[in-house]
T-cell receptor, first 118, second 111 residues
């Protein structure tokens, strides 16, 4: 079964509103979570790296005030798209690792969240 | 930013044939991973190869890694229609936690 859960899987919001996507690790403590976005028929672009209890590290070109990332606990990270516009419509995927990753454990991906801004 | 290129961008073959996809990257890596993604879905981890490994097998999958050329290949043998998907390589960048994805190969297996 899934070890990383994303919610919602699909969301439609009006232009100008904000929408929050949750990423939860179900049976492990996720010390680090990653957020990606993927446009249709394109690859995954890393948006930010989020460590529990500290500020997220954003990739170049990603607006941190627009894409708010919070990693307040070891099992939950949230991505809030603020003042959403149609060009923010995309597939957003999170992934998570535990400390065991550095000993050879794998990285786990969520199922992704489709955001449509109308 | 993208780490590297995948080749080919799209591949269409007949069921039963072998499919080979290549991936090149730019920086030093700890490991290289291959993932599969069905249209509109999440990622499925296929195989991880460490930087000190040259070849790895898992079922019908064979992965090679050439760190001197900064390239990797994924071979799927005896392909099946259900193998139709996009395949991505992703590199664990040395000195960083993050995983950076290649452009991907869209594989179509024709029955």
């Amino acid at each position: 079964g899934a070890v990383v859960s994303q919610h919602p899987s699909r969301v439609i919001c009006k232009s100008g509103t904000s929408v929050k996507i949750e990423c939860r690790s179900l049976d492990f403590q996720a010390t680090t979570m990653f957020w990606y976005r993927q446009f249709p028929k394109q690859s995954l672009m890393l948006m930010a790296t989020s460590n529990e209890g500290s500020k997220a590290t954003y990739e170049q070109g990603v607006e941190k005030d627009k894409f708010l990332i919070n990693h307040a606990s070891l099992t939950l990270s949230t991505l809030t798209v603020t003042s959403a516009h149609p060009e923010d419509s995309s597939f957003y995927i999170c992934s998570a690792i535990s400390e065991a990753y550095y000993s050879g454990n794998t990285i786990y991906f969520g199922e992704g969240s489709w955001l449509t801004v109308v | 930013s993208q780490q590297g290129e995948e080749d080919p961008q799209a591949l269409s073959i007949q069921e039963g044939e072998n499919a080979t996809m290549n991936c090149s990257y730019k920086t030093s890596i700890n490991n290289l991973q291959w993932y599969r993604q069905n249209s509109g879905r999440g990622l499925v981890h296929l195989i991880l190869i460490r930087s000190n490994e040259r070849e790895k097998h898992s079922g019908r999958l064979r992965v090679t890694l050439d760190t001197s050329k900064k390239s990797s290949s994924l071979l799927i043998t005896a392909s099946r229609a259900a193998d139709t998907a996009s395949y991505f390589c992703a590199t664990g960048v040395q000195g960083a936690q993050k995983l950076v994805f290649g452009q991907g190969t869209r594989l179509t297996i024709n029955p």
